[in-house]
């Protein structure tokens, strides 16, 4: 098979970020059965074993290991461990993220930080610390979990939206920086998917009803649906392939088409 048209993951290491659960875990699966090996971190060890579990019942055997993300000398050395126990990392997927959803001016400082932190410090403190291998590999994917927060606004997720949108940037300039040692550097822009993350947004209300919030994404959605972690697996295991060696610096938006759509007539 012609290798621009390989989507295949054979023999690749890929760590994802955060990935015991939520759009790490379904972007993981995805990679993992087109071939790769997985990798994954998460806070807690307890979540780590959970997440290994998960994975094994999904037939994959993943590799699990506890890590802060923003913290970078823990970071260094999961990286030098996890060479030395799977392999250099192939694919990196930047996906741990929180959000902190409070109105601005009420935000302290601290919690602002903290989205920072985690949404757009991280994938820097991971993304320096996988690139010299890559390099000396001669090859190497870095995918960054975007946002439609990396192209909009909305009350109360400032904090998010600067992280997301600063995320996009960064993504844009390793792939200027270090597409010369063919790295390539993408983003993937979720729309309004059903994890843990969002299901504050899709609480079912006292009366019975949706949650306003839910209504708003079902009506600015063509598709009419919130969507699946599941979702992503294709778009990021394409990025993670040969067959994207000449997509660099692009944030592919998968949301459904909410971006392209002015919204349902309210009923
Ligand atoms: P999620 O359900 O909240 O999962 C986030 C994962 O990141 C959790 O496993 C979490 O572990 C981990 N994590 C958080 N902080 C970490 C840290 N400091 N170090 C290591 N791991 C950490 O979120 P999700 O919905 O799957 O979202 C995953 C990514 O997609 C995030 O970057 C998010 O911003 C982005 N995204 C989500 C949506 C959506 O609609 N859901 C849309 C666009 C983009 P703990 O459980 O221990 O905190
Ligand atoms: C929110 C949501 C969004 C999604 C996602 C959209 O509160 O608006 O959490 O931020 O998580 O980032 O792409």
């Given amino acids: 098979m012609d290798s621009k048209t390989n989507f295949s993951l054979e023999g690749k290491v890929v760590l994802v970020t955060g990935a015991s659960y939520g759009i790490g875990f379904a ?13 994954f971190n998460d806070i807690k060890q307890e979540l780590v074993d959970k997440g290994i579990a998960a994975y094994a019942e999904e037939g994959i055997k993943a590799h699990g290991y506890v890590c802060d993300v923003t ?38 400082a601290k919690d602002f930080r ?33 946002s439609m927060m990396s192209e909009f606004g909305r009350e109360t997720v400032s904090a998010y939206a600067a992280a997301k949108g600063g995320l996009k940037m960064l993504t844009r300039n390793i ?37 306003p919030f839910d209504q708003f994404i079902i009506s600015k959605t063509p598709a009419g649906r919130w969507g699946e972690a599941s979702d992503l697996g294709g778009p990021a295991v394409f990025l993670a392939s040969d067959a994207s060696d000449f997509v660099n ?10 971006q392209a759509y002015i919204g349902k007539q309210p009923s």
Avoid: W
């Fill in 27 to 39: 972007i993981a699966k995805a990679m993992a059965g087109a071939g790769a090996t997985i990798v």
């Fill in 249 to 258: 610096g692009q944030i592919l938006y998968v949301d459904g088409g909410i």
């Fill in 175 to 211: 792939a200027s920086e270090y597409g010369e040692y063919n790295i390539q550097c993408n983003g993937i822009g979720p729309g309004y998917i059903a994890t843990p993350q969002t299901a504050p947004l899709r609480e079912v209300q006292p009366d019975g009803s949706r949650h």
């Fill in 114 to 146: 903290q989205v920072i932190d985690v949404d757009l410090n991280a994938p820097f403190i991971v993304s320096k610390a996988v690139i010299p291998s890559m390099i000396k590999k001669g090859h190497g994917k870095i995918i960054n979990i975007c």
């Fill in 71 to 108: 913290d970078e000398e823990a970071v260094n050395s999961l990286v030098a461990k996890i060479e030395a126990e799977v392999g250099v990392i192939d694919v990196l997927v930047n996906n741990a993220g929180i959000i902190k959803r409070i109105p601005m001016i009420e935000m302290s």
